[in-house]
């Protein structure tokens, strides 16, 4: 294959351009353009036809067939729910994460599950036959209706699954497919995207759903294929280290459900469990009583659930003060130890603070100010907070406490947990009360400011 000319291809966002540059002028990254060849054949023209693509028509709109394929449920509603209601049909969902995060592991259970019905291709580029068959031993996902292809080429997973057929395909990971009629490397840009195109265009001209296997690393760029999260019609991420046993599968992007919506699996020797029951699993080892703890409602999509913060408030530190936060954005942090200092008169500013949510999850929304302030204030003070109170709301640099979405559903979600006293934004308080939602039998305190409230918890 005679090759006349070569292109130059960031390796993190896939921008493609005539020269070679030190520094990727889309993205910035440094030293991540990489020359990759053009074949001759490129054109679509010249390409052979592929094997399981149909040559497709245009219609018109008003004769567009308006049927929603019927989604292909996997049983497993935590999947379900982040997939919108399930796998649909001719659909490419992306499934990202860092390495040992456990994404072979949900495919294994959900090729289990769907080859109750219906049959199940698991293309494997990176293990062995026998050892994709002892993880499905160990999650005893093993069936006859799943096929197992160790294959990185993609022009014959596109054959072994027009063959076969299966409802479902699975590739992981998209990193190790490669189409020989590129002339660059497995893992690269240009690699990545050309095989994604082709499982999307064979997924869409039949009604095989594929999901492909991303890996991230751990800055938490999809290495390189950052470029697919545009193509698919969805993308998953696992969360959550690979120490914890908590893993929150996120959906990033979807064309067919809501996007923000989790699910929450705990990691086991027989694999992922589903967590229906988020907030008593994440507050199953609290201590109650400690100086530095306090709960918080969060939500995610239309899901609340509780997490416990925790502070942990050090001696001044000789020179600069150390801060950590894992769980919580560092920032965030930051801005409530400013605030404490500044609007509360807590020389709290020079002190060493470490901060952490409980059972390794993430929560990211301004309604954990509160319960960032509140934690802090509390080991500060060395004072606990009544165990069976929970707090949110956001805080502005001022010190004044706003409002915060969903309201009622994060109150009821702590009366719901047995917890008897609230302590929100007044505003929201105003509005729980307006619409007769103030979360069962708790008792609801509604703080204009920051002050109100650490007055009120630990006063
Ligand atoms: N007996 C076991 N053998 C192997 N893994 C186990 C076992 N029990 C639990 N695990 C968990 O399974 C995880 C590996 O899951 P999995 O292979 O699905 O991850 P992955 O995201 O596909 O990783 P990779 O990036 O390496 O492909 C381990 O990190 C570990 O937490
Ligand atoms: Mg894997
Ligand atoms: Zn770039």
């Not at 039949?206 to 999260?229: Q, R």
């Not at 003060?321 to 965030?332: H, N």
């Not at 204030?377 to 979405?405: C, D, H, M, Q, W």
Request: aromatic share 4%; glycine share 10%.
């Amino acid at each position: 294959m005679a090759r006349i000319k070569s292109r130059y291809v960031c390796q993190q966002c896939g921008s493609e351009f005539p020269t070679w540059y030190g520094r990727c002028p889309s993205c910035s990254s440094w030293n991540s353009v990489v020359e990759e060849a053009v074949p001759v054949q490129e054109g679509r023209a010249a390409r052979p036809p592929r094997p399981g693509v149909a040559a497709r028509q245009a219609v018109r709109l008003t004769e567009a067939s308006l049927t929603e394929s019927k989604r292909l449920r996997t049983g497993i509603d935590e999947l379900d729910r982040v997939l919108g209601g399930g796998i649909v049909p001719g659909s490419a969902v992306l499934v990202s994460g860092e390495p040992g995060i456990g994404k072979s592991t949900l495919m294994m259970h959900a090729a289990a599950r769907i080859a109750r019905g219906a049959s199940v291709l698991y293309v494997t580029g990176e293990e062995s036959v026998s050892q994709v068959g002892m993880r499905a031993r160990r999650l005893k996902a093993v069936d006859e209706r799943i096929y197992v292809l160790p294959e990185t080429d993609i022009v014959e997973v596109l054959r072994a699954a027009d063959s076969i057929k299966p409802a479902v395909l699975m590739v992981d990971s998209i990193q190790t497919m490669q189409d020989a009629s590129l002339g660059s490397a497995a893992g690269s840009v240009g690699q990545v995207r050309q095989c994604a195109a082709l499982l999307i265009e064979a997924s869409k001209s039949s009604d095989m759903a594929s999901f492909m296997v991303g890996h991230v690393t751990k800055t938490g760029a999809v290495a390189g294929p950052k470029v697919l999260e545009h193509m698919v019609d969805t993308v998953l991420q696992f969360e959550g280290g690979i120490h914890q046993a908590y893993r929150v599968v996120r959906t990033l992007k979807n064309r067919f459900g809501s996007t923000d919506e989790v699910g929450v699996f705990e990691m086991g020797e027989d694999g992922l469990r589903e967590v229906t029951n988020p907030s008593e699993a994440f507050l199953r080892e609290r201590v109650a009583g400690m100086a530095g703890s306090v709960v918080v409602p969060c939500m995610e999509g239309t899901r609340p659930f509780l997490v416990e913060l925790q502070a942990l408030v050090g001696s001044p530190g000789a020179n600069f003060p150390r801060r950590t936060a894992s769980g919580v954005d560092q920032g965030r942090v930051a801005i409530m130890l400013a605030v404490l200092g500044r609007r509360i008169g807590l020389g709290i500013e020079a002190n060493d603070t470490f901060m952490n949510v409980a059972g390794g999850i993430s929560v990211d929304e301004p309604a954990a100010d509160l319960g960032i302030a509140v934690a802090l204030t509390s080991s500060y003070k060395n004072r606990p907070v009544n165990p069976r109170t929970a707090v949110f709301g956001e805080i502005g640099l001022s010190g004044e406490l706003r409002s915060v979405p969903k309201a009622e559903a994060r109150a009821a979600e702590a009366a719901r947990l047995g917890f008897v006293n609230l302590v929100v934004p007044k505003a929201s308080l105003t509005r729980m009360k307006a619409s007769r939602q103030l979360g069962g039998q708790a008792e609801v305190f509604g703080a204009g400011t920051l002050a109100e409230a650490i007055e009120y918890l630990l006063g």
